[in-house]
């Protein structure tokens, strides 16, 4: 029972990390179907961990703990196991569901540029996307797709899209502390001792296209991923309504959020949508 008992304690590590960092996240993974949703957390827990490297663990030598865990990644997924619960439950989900490196490489290389990148052009804004959210949005389609390269290949476009959609959002959301904290500007000719509503506007415009491209692959997900998937699109959409509802000036000195009782009415929302969708 050893090993199975090792499966099983590293995908509830995932799951906590998932609950812990992220309640808008884990709600859309749990209305995932059963068979979907520990993957969905192990990756999710996987790339939280990369991330938390680069933007909290200051005072300590964070390239070489990326580079690390990097390499710890790579032989987790060629061992099939790692003393690293997180990283085993990843590589758990990684060999059953084929997310390979040409999914994985880019997701580091985004994550390594936050290290010492702190501004972008068109180029680097757009590689840096594909690498930290598109790809992301890519391995769970791995796992909605359970092998079939014809579907995946077929959803592919829209999950960049919304991959996409959630990071600029993300952006928005959080332009004050990647200003003031990190140092970071990730929209490409924006200067935010300047921003104004229509420097705000502009990026919404962008967003507003992916999320619009992104809902067409929605309706083509297997059921079991539909409304773990809607649910987090629509939360996304709403926040972004929000934001677009707010100044520039409000935006670079709060953090906006969705409170939680709103959150529980999108969730019925989408349920009832989602019905909707599969009659």
Not at 199 to 204: R, T
Request: charged share 25%.
């Amino acid at each position: 029972m050893s090993i199975p008992l090792y499966n099983l304690t590293s995908k509830e590590l995932s799951k906590k990390v998932s609950l812990n960092y992220s309640t808008s996240f884990s709600l859309g993974i749990q209305l995932l179907a059963k068979e979907y949703r520990w993957a969905v957390f192990a990756t999710y827990g996987f790339v939280r961990f990369a991330d938390e490297i680069v933007d909290t663990f200051h005072g300590y030598d964070k390239e070489r703990l990326l580079r690390e865990f990097k390499q710890q990644t790579y032989q987790a997924i060629e061992m099939g196991i790692s003393t690293n619960p997180i990283l085993h439950s990843f590589q758990l989900a990684a060999n059953q569901f084929g997310i390979t490196d040409d999914l994985i490489e880019p997701f580091f290389q985004s994550m390594e540029e936050d290290l010492d990148t702190n501004t972008h052009d068109q180029k680097s804004y757009s590689d840096y996307i594909y690498g930290s959210a598109e790809v992301v949005g890519l391995m769970c389609l791995k796992i909605f797709c359970k092998g079939n390269q014809t579907q995946y290949n077929d959803l592919l476009p829209f999950a960049r899209s919304l991959g996409a959609a959630f990071q600029k959002v993300n952006f928005l959301r959080d332009i004050k502390s990647d200003v003031e904290e990190r140092g970071r500007v990730y929209f490409p000719g924006v200067d935010f001792r300047h921003f104004t509503d229509q420097d705000k506007m502009g990026i919404i415009e962008d967003v507003k296209k992916d999320f619009t491209h992104a809902y067409q692959g929605i309706l083509k997900l297997p059921i079991g991923a539909r409304l773990g998937v809607y649910t987090a699109y629509i939360y996304y959409l709403k926040l972004l309504q929000k934001i677009e509802r707010t100044t520039a000036t409000e935006i670079l000195n709060s953090r906006i959020r969705i409170p939680n009782s709103q959150k529980i009415v999108l969730l019925a929302q989408s349920f009832v949508r989602e019905k909707m969708m599969s009659a």
